[in-house]
C-alpha cells in the first residue's frame, strides 16, 4: 500500500479509492456485516425520530445507510472521498433515499445541517492537531443546535495504523477532550470489532451532544 503524503489531499483521495477497488469493501479490515451499535446509538440518538437528519462521514461502503433507512429513517447522507465506496453504499440501499456526498471532509462546506454526526473510524486518521480543529469547525457547522455526535476511534491499545496510514489512539476521556467544551458527553463504550481476517480491533466511542 502507498503511504500518503501528510499534506497531499489528491494523494489521500486515490489512496482510498485504491483500498476499495483492491480489496473490496467486505475485506477491507474495518466491514462489518451488521453496524450493531452504530444502528444503536443512531436510535438512541434520534430519540424515536426517524425523520432525523443522519449524515455518517467518511460512511464509505459501510452498511449502516443501508441498515438506518431498512429501520425508517428517511434523512441519511454518507460523505467520502472515495466514489468506488459510494457506488457500493448506493447499490445497498435498496430504498434508494439516502444522499451522497462524495468529497473531503477537511474542505466540505455543509449547505445544511444534520441532528446526528456519526464517524466510526474517520477521525482518528486526523494525525496532525491542526487537521482535528477543522474537522471541528466542520462538525460545529453541520449540527443543528442541540445535535448530536457518535465518534468511534481505535482504542489506546487499539493498532497504530490502518490502511497503511498512521492513526492517532483514543480513550474516552481523551476523544471528549478533542470535542472540547461545546459538547456534553452522553456516554462511551469500548468495542471489540472482529477484522474479517480475524483479528481484533480495540475502539472507543464517544457519543455527545451539542450544547
Ligand atoms: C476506516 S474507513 C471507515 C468506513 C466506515 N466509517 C465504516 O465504519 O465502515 C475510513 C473511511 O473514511 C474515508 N475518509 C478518509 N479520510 C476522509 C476525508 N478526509 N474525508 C472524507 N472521507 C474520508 C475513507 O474513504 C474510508 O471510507
Not at 61 to 87: I, Q
Not at 169 to 187: K, N, P, Q, W
Amino acid at each position: 500500500m502507498r503511504e500518503v503524503p501528510e499534506d497531499d489531499a489528491p494523494a489521500r483521495d486515490e489512496h482510498w479509492e485504491a483500498v476499495y477497488r483492491e480489496r473490496g469493501p467486505r475485506q477491507v479490515s474495518w466491514f462489518q456485516a451488521d453496524p450493531l451499535l452504530s444502528v444503536e446509538l443512531v436510535e438512541a440518538a434520534a430519540e424515536g425520530d426517524t425523520s432525523a437528519p443522519v449524515i455518517d462521514v467518511g460512511g464509505g461502503a459501510s452498511l449502516l445507510a443501508a441498515h438506518l433507512t431498512g429501520r425508517g429513517f428517511t434523512d441519511v447522507t454518507v460523505l467520502d472521498l472515495s466514489k468506488e465506496a459510494l457506488e457500493i453504499s448506493y447499490h445497498q440501499d435498496v430504498t434508494r433515499t439516502v444522499s451522497f456526498i462524495h468529497g473531503d471532509l477537511l474542505t466540505w462546506n455543509p449547505e445544511r445541517r444534520y441532528r446526528i454526526w456519526h464517524d466510526r473510524a474517520v477521525f482518528h486518521f486526523l494525525t496532525r492537531p491542526g487537521d482535528r480543529a477543522v474537522y471541528r469547525a466542520v462538525l460545529r457547522r453541520a449540527l443543528e443546535p442541540g445535535g448530536r455526535i457518535i465518534l468511534a476511534a481505535f482504542a489506546p491499545d487499539g493498532p497504530t495504523h490502518c490502511s497503511g496510514l498512521p492513526v492517532a489512539r483514543y480513550s474516552a476521556e481523551e476523544l471528549a477532550a478533542e470535542l472540547g467544551d461545546a459538547f456534553i458527553v452522553t456516554g462511551t463504550r469500548t468495542e471489540q470489532h472482529h477484522t474479517p481476517a480475524g483479528a481484533v480491533q480495540p475502539f472507543t466511542w464517544i457519543t455527545a451532544r451539542l450544547r
